[in-house]
């Protein structure tokens, strides 16, 4: 166990609609970082948050947006859904804002849009 | 364009041999290379690291070897064991020399199947 949680496991939905990925990371983990991982394809990175605040940005889409809240939990808001965007979200989550101390991976939700 | 390549999809080794993961990678950048293990359902868990002022780090079973003229490194695995199998990701950063603004760079991964 990693100590990451990730809700809902899985999720199905319709192309258009909007979901909300949740993740709580480790205890006294500071730093959220969210990963997409399509069929075939390594893990995407697509943003990261320290502390509360955007620290780095990666490939993610204009639909796509992220906060990390003063409790540290984080959430992922997904929009405009499109079949494309099926994939397995994992979180991450490490003590310091990228220290190369490891990152502890939730177990991911997997989102199918159908 | 892919930074970090695994160009082993599938890896099959007899329990009890070596087995020897490969990654190339691109970007010159990259000074803090990681091996990250998967298993089905779960999510990635951190193995072994090393930074680009070393060319070997071991770990017990595992031993990474990092060759910065060929931007490759390796991971091997001696002796090799059931639990061993499952999905190898090769991952890279900027963050200690540079301070890059990305977050961990990954490869698509390699899929060990450990025989008995």
């Known amino acids: 166990d990693s100590g990451v949680t990730q809700t809902p496991k899985h999720l199905i939905t319709a192309t258009g609609q909007r979901v909300t990925l949740r993740c709580s990371p480790r205890?006294?983990?500071?730093?959220v970082y969210w990963y997409q991982q399509s069929l075939d394809q390594g893990l995407q990175f697509l943003i990261q948050?320290?502390?509360?605040?955007?620290?780095a940005k990666g490939n993610i889409l204009e639909r796509f947006s992220a906060q990390q809240f003063p409790d540290l939990h984080s959430e992922l808001n997904l929009s405009s859904l499109e079949l494309g965007d099926s994939a397995l979200y994992f979180c991450?989550?490490?003590?310091?804002?990228?220290?190369?101390?490891?990152?502890?991976f939730g177990n991911g939700t997997r989102l199918t849009v159908t | 364009d892919q930074q970090v390549k695994q160009n082993s999809p599938s890896l099959s080794v007899q329990e009890g041999r070596i087995s020897i993961l490969n990654c190339d990678y691109t970007?010159?950048?990259?000074?803090?290379f990681l091996w990250y293990k998967k298993y089905p359902a779960e999510g990635p868990t951190f193995l072994i690291s090393i930074s680009s002022i070393k060319d070997k780090n071991e770990d017990g079973r595992f031993t990474v070897f990092l060759n910065k003229s060929a931007k490759h490194l390796s991971l091997h695995i001696v002796p090799s064991q059931p639990g061993d199998s499952a999905v190898y990701f090769c991952?890279?950063?900027?963050?200690?020399?540079?301070?890059?603004?990305?977050?961990?760079?990954f490869g698509k991964g390699t899929h060990l199947i450990i025989q008995p």
């Open positions: 948050y320290y502390n509360g605040e955007e620290r």
């Open positions: 970007n010159s950048m990259f000074d803090y």
């Open positions: 205890s006294g983990d500071l730093s």
């Open positions: 991952a890279a950063s900027d963050w200690a020399v540079w301070g890059g603004a990305d977050g961990l760079t």
């Open positions: 991450a989550s490490s003590v310091r804002d990228r220290d190369n101390s490891p990152l502890h």
